[in-house]
């Protein structure tokens, strides 16, 4: 577990622009069975999220269409919530970060750390919108 000061501005940096924090499994349930689209984003004190991950997700919501609900969840500090949230998005491996988008429920399009990292974030903001082009 990563101590709180820590991870603050971290958080801070999806919850400024509209994130809403899931910390419990309970939570997780909740904003996936929302009607809607919602993305997904694992959070993680990587140089990946700050780089590329969170700059990426934020650029993506600059778009006529976009998820109805954006949230996250903090890898190494919300475990439980990460891993409910991980298993919504079987079949892929656990990976920090990540992002996940969802239609009611359903795993409709999945960028894992593979695809984030070394990438810069307007590319990932671009993948995004292709998928909220797509589904929402």
Do not use: W
């Amino acid at each position: 577990m990563y101590p709180a000061e820590l991870v603050k501005p971290m958080r801070e940096h999806l919850t400024q622009v509209g994130f809403e924090e899931l910390h419990t499994p309970e939570q997780v349930d909740g904003a996936l069975e929302k009607a809607g689209t919602t993305l997904v984003v694992v959070n993680s004190v990587c140089g990946c999220a700050a780089a590329n991950a969170r700059p990426g997700a934020i650029m993506s919501l600059d778009n006529a269409k976009k998820p109805d609900h954006i949230v996250t969840v903090f890898a190494g500090v919300d475990r439980e919530a990460v891993d409910k949230a991980r298993g919504y998005m079987i079949p892929f491996p656990p990976s920090s970060p990540s992002m996940a988008l969802f239609k009611d429920g359903e795993l409709v399009h999945m960028l894992e750390r593979h695809h984030i990292e070394g990438r810069p974030a307007e590319l990932i903001a671009e993948n995004l919108v292709d998928a909220y082009n797509e589904y929402c």
